[in-house]
C-alpha cells in the first residue's frame, strides 16, 4: 500500500509563521545590543515586552500548527485550511503589534489573541469531529 500525505498548505502557513518567528526573534537580538543586556530584560520594559511577545507566539503558533497539520491530514478542504491559516498569521500579528505598544490591554493585543482562540478551539472541535465520523 502506497500511502502519500500532504501538507501543502499547513506548510504554507508554518513557513509564513516561521518569518514572523524570525522577526521577533531578531528584534530581541537588536533590543538587547541597544540596551546591552545579555540575559534576562536587565529591567527594560521594551525588552520585557519583546521577549513577552515572542514568548506568547512560542507558546501557541507550534501547538495550533500541529492541530492544523491533523485536520489537513484528515481531508479537510483547502479553503478551511487557508481561512484557519491566515487568521492565524493575523491573530498573530495583531498580538504581537498590540504587545509591543503595552504589557496592559490593547485592542490588537486583545483581537489578536481571540482570533488565535477561535482558530485553536475551531481546529479542536474539527479534528475530533473527523475523528468521531471515520
Known sequence: M??????TTTALYASLLA????????????????LKVGVGDGGERTLTKAIRV????????PFT?????????GGADNLWLHILGSTLLLARILHAIGLSQS??????RFVGMILTFVVLLTLAIENIRMFMIS
Request: charged share 10%; net charge positive.
Open 54 to 61: 515572542h514568548g506568547n507566539f512560542s507558546e501557541y503558533v
Open 103 to 108: 504589557l496592559g490591554t490593547t485592542m490588537p
Open 19 to 34: 518569518l514572523v518567528f524570525l522577526t521577533l526573534s531578531f528584534n530581541i537580538i537588536r533590543l538587547r545590543f541597544k
Open 65 to 73: 500548527l500541529i492541530l492544523l497539520a491533523s485536520y489537513e491530514l
Open 2 to 7: 502506497n500511502l502519500t500525505f500532504s501538507l
